[in-house]
Antibody, heavy 128, light 108 residues
Framework: QVQLVESGGGLVKPGGSLRLSCAASGYTFSDYYMSWVRQAPGKGLEWVSYISTSATIMYSADSVRGRFTISRDNAKNSLYLQMNSLRAEDTAVYYC?????????????????????WGQGTLVTVSS | EIVLTQSPGTLSLSPGDRAALSCRASQSVSSNYLAWYQRKTGQPPRLLVY???IRATGIPDRFSGSGSGTDFTLTISRLEPEDFAVYYCQQYGTSPVTFGQGTRLEIK
C-alpha cells in the first residue's frame, strides 16, 4: 500500500533553516509528481511546492519562493523540502502528497494537480 | 489566484441525515478540476472526489460530487458516524492550486 512518511520537523528560530524529508513506499516513486502542502494552526490547507518526476520542473507558492527549495532522490524514494529564512508564519504541519497522472491521446505524461495520497505530516514551529 | 469559499462553516446534523456542502469559486474552475477531501483529527486529508464528480477509489457511494463552473457541491446521502469530520474543496485547474477554508460537519 502507498505510504508517505514525513520527518525533520521541529522548533526553529526565525531566520533559521530546516530540512524536511518524506519517505515513499508501496509504489514507483519516480513515476509521480510530488508536492508539499502545509496547514498552519487554525488555518486552511496551502500548497507549498511541487516537483516533477525527474526534478526538471519545480514550482513554489509566492509565499515561499526564494526561501524554500523542493528536491527529490528517486534512488532513495525520497522527497525533500529545504526551508531557509524561516518566519513565524511558516509555522504549520507540513504534508508530502502525491499527484496522480494520465497519458493523453498523444501518449504524453500529464500530471494532475490534486492529491491522491498524503503523509501524516510533520510539525514545524518557528518561534524565538 | 482562485479563491474558494465553502459554506456553511459548520454543519450540525444527525447520523442518517443528508448533508450538502457547498464550494463556490471566485472564477470558473477550468475543466471542472475540483476535488474534495475529508479530514479527521490527527489524520491527513483523504481524497473523496476529483473532477468534480468522480469518486476516488474505495470511497462509499453515499458520497457524491456535483457542479460545474463556479458552484460545486459535495453530498453525503446518509450520514454515518465516521463521516463527521472537516471537508475541504480544492481547485486544480488554474495555478496555483487553492483550497477552501473547510466545512466542519459535526454531530447534532
Amino acid at each position: 500500500q502507498v505510504q508517505l512518511v514525513e520527518s525533520g520537523g521541529g522548533l526553529v528560530k526565525p531566520g533559521g533553516s530546516l530540512r524536511l524529508s518524506c519517505a515513499a513506499s508501496g509504489y514507483t516513486f519516480s513515476d509521480y509528481y510530488m508536492s508539499w502542502v502545509r496547514q498552519a494552526p487554525g488555518k486552511g490547507l496551502e500548497w507549498v511546492s511541487y516537483i516533477s518526476t525527474s526534478a526538471t520542473i519545480m514550482y513554489s507558492a509566492d509565499s515561499v519562493r526564494g526561501r524554500f527549495t523542493i528536491s527529490r532522490d528517486n534512488a532513495k524514494n525520497s522527497l525533500y523540502l529545504q526551508m531557509n529564512s524561516l518566519r513565524a508564519e511558516d509555522t504549520a504541519v507540513y504534508y508530502c502528497a502525491r499527484h496522480p497522472y494520465y497519458y493523453d491521446s498523444s501518449n504524453y505524461y500529464k500530471p494532475l494537480y490534486y492529491f491522491d495520497y498524503w503523509g501524516q505530516g510533520t510539525l514545524v514551529t518557528v518561534s524565538s | 489566484e482562485i479563491v474558494l469559499t465553502q459554506s456553511p462553516g459548520t454543519l450540525s446534523l444527525s447520523p442518517g441525515d443528508r448533508a450538502a456542502l457547498s464550494c463556490r469559486a471566485s472564477q470558473s474552475v477550468s475543466s471542472n478540476y475540483l476535488a474534495w477531501y475529508q479530514r479527521k483529527t490527527g489524520q491527513p486529508p483523504r481524497l473523496l472526489v476529483y473532477g468534480a464528480s468522480i469518486r476516488a477509489t474505495g470511497i462509499p457511494d453515499r458520497f457524491s460530487g456535483s457542479g460545474s463552473g463556479t458552484d460545486f457541491t459535495l453530498t453525503i446521502s446518509r450520514l454515518e458516524p465516521e463521516d463527521f469530520a472537516v471537508y475541504y474543496c480544492q481547485q486544480y485547474g488554474t495555478s496555483p492550486v487553492t483550497f477552501g477554508q473547510g466545512t466542519r460537519l459535526e454531530i447534532k
